[in-house]
């Protein structure tokens, strides 16, 4: 399968983010990381691609759906925002992860076994119980990305997932957005500033500027390599 971004331009009023950008991205296990400095438009993306937003002109599109995207995106992918802010306080990460479950119509007795296979895959299990509001902030960031998986949906997206983390965290996190990859085989979008994390995970990077993807780069790079290029294009 591939996402397709058609003449895919937002605005938000007058103001223009981003500008009829066309780009074609296979749909396979990888890490999509989306760069670019503050207000460049990363955020705005990855809700275009979840469905939470609809383009002013232009369109995605996939090999499944050519029309009504948004409608496709609001099953098929989970958008997890930055500060976890969607989830819930008061309920532990199993019941986190088989509430959204839901909400996507996965059944529920299939959530509770995937749930489980997960929570063991990424080393999660002793922190399954813990109500969300008392874990540890690098918990509670992974807990949101097992939340997204849990959705069993075709594309996690992950917007600033590591905000915050101190540099061991951030490492911990990097595992287990790598792991999601390669145990769950899926296709996971990245909004980040955080170069470390995204060296260390990313398969293919999309970096934004003026409204544009001007460039495009499909392999892994090492940190040094990555803020090289980033200097190169944002300075
Ligand atoms: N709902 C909104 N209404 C109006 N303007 C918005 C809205 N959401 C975002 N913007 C503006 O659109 C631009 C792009 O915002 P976006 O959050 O997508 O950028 P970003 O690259 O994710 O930024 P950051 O790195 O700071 O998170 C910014 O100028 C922002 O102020």
Redesign the pocket.
């Given at each position: 399968m591939a996402l397709k971004f058609e003449q895919l331009t937002k605005k938000?009023?007058k103001?223009m983010?981003l500008n009829q950008i066309d780009l074609t991205i296979n749909v396979q296990p990888k890490v999509v990381g989306?760069i670019?400095?503050?207000?460049?438009?990363?955020?705005?993306?990855?809700?275009l691609i979840a469905g939470v937003l609809e383009p002013t002109e232009g369109r995605i599109t996939n090999d499944q759906v050519a029309q009504d995207y948004a409608k496709w995106a609001s099953s098929h992918t989970s958008f997890i925002a930055?500060g976890e802010r969607g989830l819930i306080n008061r309920l532990n990460t199993w019941e986190n992860c088989q509430f959204f479950a839901s909400i996507k119509g996965v059944d529920p007795k299939v959530a509770q076994k995937s749930i489980a296979k997960l929570a063991a895959e990424l080393n999660f299990s002793p922190n399954m119980k813990t109500i969300f509001q008392e874990l540890s902030t690098g918990q509670k960031k992974k807990a949101a990305v097992l939340v997204g998986a849990a959705m069993q949906t075709d594309f996690v997206l992950l917007?600033?997932p590591s905000n915050g983390l101190d540099i061991s965290a951030q490492k911990d996190l990097a595992d287990f957005i790598l792991a999601l990859k390669n145990n769950q085989h899926k296709l996971i979008f990245v909004?980040s500033?955080d170069t470390q994390m995204l060296s260390g995970v990313v398969d293919q990077y999309l970096f934004?500027k003026d409204k544009v993807i001007p460039r495009v780069v499909d392999h892994h790079l090492e940190e040094a390599d990555l803020l090289a290029i980033y200097h190169n294009i944002y300075s």
């Open positions: 938000y009023g103001k983010v989306l670019g400095p503050n207000g460049v438009g990363k955020s705005t993306l990855l809700r930055s917007d600033e909004s500033h934004i």
